[in-house]
């Protein structure tokens, strides 16, 4: 597929890339989405679409349009190329709104056009993807422009659904936001857990720091702090990436972000919600990290209608 249509969904596509390069390379991003399109297929579709088998000759060619019935911020174009490609690479779609762009109810985003089997066996999984992925982008959208001019950024977390992170989390990045960790492989965030398990504060960071070193990796590392005597206990450590205030007031934020005087990155979480988000940028801390981005959404209504 060549329409130069594709080419601001392919940018958004391209962007994504480079804003996750360090955490997961472009490969594996892309093996990561092109393995949730296998699954999905291969859950949705078995051993045939005998709906379609049924009453759709193999030779019949058609076209059809993906119809917002919704407001919000659109996203999952650039996947569902994907996915048509995926099923038949004779299905091409012409784009009229990319990734990113606000829509509200009758608007169409494309028009694919193609073997009519094929377009009906993606019907579905393009439709779940993209209304998934804009209700996603459009709450994040929300959550950034809350923060504009704060100097705080909004970030998701690993609070995904099993199987499609790659997807929810492009969305996010499409919606004005920005990734976390993308999984527990890419960087070290020592929690409450990691922290009551392995004996306190210091000897979790003591511990994640010679482990670092014996096994040769470059990861950074987040430490979560409870309260401001575990961040000034945190601080005596060297080498921390950046301090996650847990559960934090806003007046206990404040003294935090004072007392670490930009000695490393810090970030607000839990607690924080819409009405809220604002003040704690307020306070200071360079991220808030939000789960409800990716597990408190709506999907948007979207349908893909035969021309």
């Not at 490609?85 to 762009?101: F, I, R, S």
């Not at 965030?189 to 040769?216: S, V």
């Not at 996650?244 to 924080?272: H, M, P, Y």
């Not at 604002?278 to 801390?285: E, K, P």
Request: aromatic share 6%; glycine share 8%; proline share 3%.
């Amino acid at each position: 597929m060549k329409s130069p249509a594709l080419q601001p969904v392919r940018k958004h596509f391209t962007t994504l890339v480079q804003d996750l390069h360090a955490m997961i390379s472009a490969e594996k991003l892309q093996e990561e989405i092109d393995r949730i399109i296998t699954n999905a297929l291969r859950e949705d579709v078995g051993d045939g679409d005998h709906s379609s088998l049924a009453c759709i000759p193999a030779d019949a060619m058609g076209r059809a349009k993906l119809l917002v019935k919704d407001k919000g911020i659109l996203a999952g174009v650039e996947f569902a190329r994907q996915v048509f490609e995926a099923v038949d690479p004779k299905c091409e779609m012409e784009v009229l709104l990319p990734d990113g762009t606000p829509v509200d109810y009758g608007a169409v985003a494309f028009y694919v056009s193609g073997p009519v089997q094929a377009i009906l066996k993606a019907e579905r999984l393009v439709l779940n993807g993209m209304q998934r992925m804009s209700a996603i982008a459009t709450k994040t959208r929300r959550y950034a422009a809350l923060l504009e001019g704060t100097g705080a950024r909004i970030l998701d977390t690993r609070k995904t659904t099993p199987g499609i992170r790659a997807l929810e989390k492009w969305a996010v990045r499409i919606g004005g936001g920005e990734n976390h960790r993308f999984a527990l492989y890419d960087m070290i965030m020592l929690k409450d857990n990691h922290i009551d398990f392995a004996g306190g504060i210091t000897e979790a960071i003591t511990k994640t720091q010679a482990y670092l070193q014996r096994t040769g990796r470059d990861l950074k590392v987040i430490v979560e702090a409870r309260n401001l005597a575990e961040v000034e206990e945190i601080m005596q450590s060297e080498g921390i990436h950046r301090i996650l205030l847990d559960n934090f007031s806003l007046n206990d934020t404040r003294k935090a972000v004072a007392f670490i005087g930009g000695r490393c990155q810090t970030e607000s979480s839990g607690g924080i919600h819409e009405h809220n988000l604002r003040a704690y940028a307020a306070c200071g801390v360079d991220y808030i990290s939000s789960g409800a981005l990716t597990h408190s959404v709506a999907n948007l209504d979207l349908s893909l209608k035969a021309v």
